[in-house]
């Protein structure tokens, strides 16, 4: 069969640095680039850890330079905390920008660095490859094993005047550097290591029955949806296992570079507007979805789903495809229920009279352009209410 013309990009850092350790070698990616004034953009969770002074005593012990430090992002990033960054890089005379942190820090951080070099509001980036000019020299340093947007060309920034979380999507904002040390994970509570790696899952899911999936972004889901299943357990059981830590580490990864490339799917375009809506938790948002947006798409990849079941350790010898489709979805929720996720979007508070914007502001957000399955407006606002 003749297959239609397409052309596939795979989009990741020039540099990636995994491992207990790594760290250390942020001095000399700065030296690399050629930041002498480097920023960070932080949270004041991490640097009431004290994880940021850690990272800058390792930059002026290599380098001879303070860095700057801004730990003003929120979880749920705003269009005014990229702002409010941008006027400290720039007052300080910044030339190179360091994101610590997870998700947040790392958006933040990108949503600063399109400001830096392209002007403007960030609410001019929404949608795919807005910006014209690279980014200042970038390195991302992790610190949860979940969003993957240390490695990333996506950008998630909320806009308060709508209450709506932009996605900004632009090969631009893919850091030149990426550091994943399990060493900085290793202080992650519970609740957070279960709602970071239940957001990788479903970036694997979401990246193996997307449109847009391939051969790669195939592998690269797959093992990762393999890890998160064998790993994230331990990790939330005992945040000190450095086994489970490392290989979470992978797993994150593994399903960023599965999305960045096939993207995501409706499981991210729901959740993206429960986070802009009420401010609540990402992960924890995909992880309560994720089974009910995959019973919707069920009949568009029932052999996919089928396996996913096989990657998750279930044993589908025997069963019809559907009835193995149907084991991923058990897994997913069984997974879920055990490291503690809230059992439905009622527990955190999500009211029925607001389904309907959320379900309107879904319908055009970017991710859903490679859901398998095309839903209508009805059908997303039935999706929420299952979730409820």
Not at 328 to 357: F, H, M
């Amino acid at each position: 069969m003749a297959v239609q013309e397409q052309v596939f990009g795979f989009f990741i850092p020039t540099v990636t640095l995994m491992g207990i350790g790594a760290y250390k070698e942020i001095g000399n990616q700065i030296k690399v680039l050629g930041g002498t004034k480097p920023f960070i953009c932080t949270d004041k969770g991490i640097t009431g850890a004290g994880i940021a002074d850690q990272i800058a005593e390792v930059i002026k012990t290599e380098c001879g330079v303070d860095p700057v430090i801004f730990d003003g992002t929120h979880p749920n990033p705003t269009d005014n905390n990229v702002h409010e960054g941008y006027d400290v890089y720039t007052s300080e005379g910044c030339d190179l920008i360091i994101s610590l942190g997870g998700g947040s820090a790392h958006d933040c951080g990108k949503g600063i660095g399109i400001i830096a070099t392209n002007g403007g509001n960030i609410r001019d980036y929404e949608g795919v490859d807005k910006s014209s000019k690279a980014m200042p020299p970038f390195i991302a340093v992790n610190t949860t094993a979940g969003t993957a947007s240390e490695m990333t060309r996506f950008c998630i920034i909320t806009d308060t005047s709508r209450k709506v979380k932009m996605a900004i999507v632009d090969w631009r904002v893919t850091p030149n550097v990426a550091i994943d040390d399990p060493l900085l994970m290793v202080g992650m509570p519970p609740a957070l290591t279960a709602a970071t790696g239940m957001d990788a899952l479903t970036h694997a899911v979401e990246a193996y029955v997307s449109t847009l999936a391939t051969p790669v972004t195939d592998a690269c889901a797959l093992k990762a949806i393999e890890l998160v299943a064998s790993y994230l357990r331990a990790a939330v059981a005992n945040g000190g296992d450095m086994e489970a830590r490392d290989k979470m580490c992978y797993a994150q990864y593994l399903a960023g570079m599965a999305f960045n490339n096939a993207s995501l799917g409706h499981v991210h375009a729901m959740a993206h507007q429960l986070g802009g809506f009420y401010d609540l938790p990402h992960g924890v948002c995909n992880a309560i979805l994720l089974p009910h947006v995959s019973r919707f798409n069920l009949i568009a990849k029932m052999d996919r789903f089928a396996d996913i079941a096989v990657a998750m350790g279930e044993n589908i010898e025997g069963l019809s495809t559907r009835a193995a489709a149907e084991m991923a979805l058990e897994a997913i929720g069984t997974l879920s229920a055990d490291i503690g996720i809230p059992s439905g979007l009622k527990e955190l508070g999500v009211s029925k009279d607001d389904l309907p914007i959320m379900a309107e502001n879904a319908q055009k957000d970017a991710c859903g352009l490679t859901n398998p399955r095309c839903p209508t407006l009805e059908d997303v606002i039935d999706i929420y209410k299952n979730a409820l």
